[in-house]
C-alpha cells in the first residue's frame, strides 16, 4: 500500500490531486482551502500524464483524459478518480474496482443544459435550420421548408433525467411522448402524461427520436438497420447521449434514400470524425452536428464541479482524510 497511510488513514499533508482537464476554478479554490496540495495540469499530454501520475493519490479529469487500464496501472498511488461530468465511460472502472480505486463524478449536473441543447436540435432537423443557415451565408435568400413539431409524437429512448427533462418540455410543446427503457419506467412516465412502450412500439410510431443512454464505447447500437426499417419515413432522430447507440452506416444509408428526415446529434463515433461513412454524414445536408457542447454552459460546470468536489471530498474522509 503507499506509503502516505498512517494507521490505515491517507495523510491530508502528504496527499497530493492532479487535475488534467480545465475545470472550473470552485474545485481548485475549495480543495486548496480544505489544506489539499491540488497540480493544476489542463493541458498535461498522455505521454507526460503516464509518467506523472505515480506521484499522485486524487486524478481529476473531465472528458478529454482517458483513464484506462495503462494509466491506472501507472498511478499506483491512486486512491480515488474524480470525472468532473455525469458519466464514466472514459475511466475503466473495472480496472479501479479491480484495484479498490473510489470512482466519484457528477450524476445529473448537467441535466438542464443537455435536455435544452436536445430541445434545440430537435427544431433545428424540424426547421431544416442547417441548409438555411449556410445559404443565408452564402448569401442565398432561398427558403427551406420544415415541419412542425405540435402534434407530433417523440420517442424518448432512455427515460432517466435527461430523458424525463427532455419530456418534460416536449410535453409542453404539445407532442405526444412515448418512453423505452430497460428498466420499468411506466410509473415516471405517467407523472407527465407519457406513455412508456417498448422498443419496436417506440420506433414504429414515432416521429422524432431522441437518445438518452449510458453505454460503453464498445456497446451494441440500439438503432440498426432493423429498427430503421420499422421507422416512420420522415422520421427526425436526435443524439446527445452517446454515438454508439446509432448504427452509423445504417443511418447514411436510410438518410440518402429519404427515410429518415434528419440526425441532429451532439456526438459522434470519433471527434473528430476520420472513417470515410463518418465524413461523408457530417457532410450532408441533413445531418446537424454540434461539438460535444451537452454540457458546456456556464451553469452546466459550475455545478459539475460543486457536486464533483462534494463527492470527491467525501470519499477522502471515508479514506480517513481528516478534513
Do not use: C
Not at 475503466?92 to 436536445?118: H, Q, W
Amino acid at each position: 500500500m503507499a506509503d502516505n497511510f498512517m494507521g490505515g488513514s491517507l495523510a491530508k499533508e502528504n496527499l497530493t490531486i492532479l487535475i488534467t482537464d480545465p475545470i472550473d476554478e470552485y474545485m481548485i479554490r475549495t480543495l486548496k482551502t480544505k489544506g489539499l496540495r491540488v497540480n493544476y495540469q489542463p493541458d498535461i499530454d498522455r505521454e507526460e500524464l503516464l509518467k506523472v501520475v505515480e506521484n499522485y493519490d486524487v486524478l481529476v479529469v473531465r472528458s478529454r483524459t482517458k483513464v484506462d487500464k495503462e494509466v491506472i496501472e501507472r498511478g499506483k498511488r491512486l486512491r480515488v478518480i474524480a470525472r468532473a461530468g455525469i458519466g464514466v465511460d472514459n475511466i475503466d472502472t473495472e480496472e479501479a474496482e479491480r484495484r479498490k480505486i473510489r470512482v466519484v463524478y457528477a450524476p445529473g449536473a448537467s441535466t438542464d443544459s443537455a435536455a435544452e441543447l436536445t430541445i434545440g436540435l430537435m427544431l433545428a432537423g424540424a426547421r431544416n435550420m442547417f441548409t438555411s443557415m449556410t445559404l443565408a451565408k452564402s448569401g442565398i435568400y432561398k427558403k427551406t421548408e420544415g415541419v412542425e413539431l405540435s402534434g407530433k409524437t417523440i420517442g424518448i429512448i432512455g427515460f432517466g433525467r435527461i430523458g424525463y427533462k427532455v419530456g418534460v418540455i416536449a410535453k409542453a410543446m404539445g407532442m405526444n411522448v412515448l418512453a423505452y427503457d430497460v428498466i420499468d419506467v411506466s410509473n415516471r412516465a405517467a407523472e407527465i402524461g407519457a406513455r412508456a412502450v417498448s422498443l419496436d412500439e417506440l420506433v414504429t410510431q414515432s416521429d422524432v427520436i431522441s437518445i438518452h443512454v449510458t453505454v460503453g464505447k464498445d456497446a451494441k447500437p440500439i438503432l440498426t438497420s432493423r429498427e430503421f426499417e420499422m421507422m416512420k419515413k420522415g422520421v427526425i432522430i436526435v443524439n446527445t447521449s452517446r454515438a454508439v447507440a446509432v448504427d452509423g452506416k445504417a443511418l447514411l444509408h436510410y438518410i440518402k434514400e429519404g427515410k429518415v428526415m434528419s440526425y441532429a446529434t451532439d456526438v459522434f463515433w470519433h471527434e473528430p470524425p476520420k472513417e470515410e461513412w463518418e465524413l461523408e454524414l457530417l457532410r450532408h445536408e441533413r445531418v446537424t452536428v454540434t461539438t460535444h457542447i451537452g454540457a458546456q454552459t456556464k451553469e452546466a460546470q459550475y455545478r459539475v464541479a460543486v457536486m464533483t468536489t462534494e463527492n470527491l471530498l467525501r470519499a477522502l474522509q471515508e479514506l480517513g482524510v481528516k478534513l
